[in-house]
């Protein structure tokens, strides 16, 4: 896919129901891609098994996260709303639900930073508020 060479800072923090709170910093070297009016960050995630594929799509009034490999997802976020999708894992598959409090994105010629700020509900599993701040520069 053609496009700009990127590097892309994800910083997630995580409001468990307890108090708690984790944060965990990512950084990674993808695509910025435009096309048909949205923004995509593409950009492969690695850890220490496996490695997956992201796409961070940026429209209007939305935007949506796509993820494939060992895990699979599809978050979308759009404000005041709430989405259910199918989270996949190798240990089996759950139920999800995304509600979104807010969106905010600075969107530039060499910079772009998109920060969601959301509940996550996956059945069985956790329920917790989230803060998602992507930074993504030009190389």
């Known amino acids: 896919m ?3 060479d990127v590097k892309i800072k994800v910083r997630t ?3 468990i129901e307890n108090g708690e709170e984790n944060t965990v910093e ?4 993808g695509k ?11 950009f492969q995630e690695f850890d220490t098994v496996k ?4 796409i961070i799509k ?26 259910k999708s199918d989270y996949k894992t190798p240990y089996g598959d759950f139920n999800m639900s995304v509600y979104t409090y807010k969106i905010s994105k600075k969107i530039e010629e060499e910079q772009l930073k ?16 989230n ?4 930074k993504v520069t030009s190389e």
């Open 2 to 4: 053609e496009g700009r």
């Open 13 to 15: 923090s995580q409001f």
């Open 26 to 29: 990512s950084f990674y070297k």
């Open 32 to 42: 910025r891609v435009e096309k048909n009016g949205s923004i995509y960050i593409n």
């Open 51 to 54: 490695d997956s594929k992201s």
């Open 58 to 83: 940026i429209g209007e009034d939305e935007v949506i996260i796509f993820k494939s490999g060992e895990v699979i997802s599809k978050m979308r976020f759009r404000e005041d709303k709430k989405h």
């Open 114 to 129: 998109l920060n969601l700020d959301y509940k996550v509900s996956i059945e069985g599993l956790m329920d917790a508020n």
């Open 131 to 134: 803060r998602v701040e992507i």
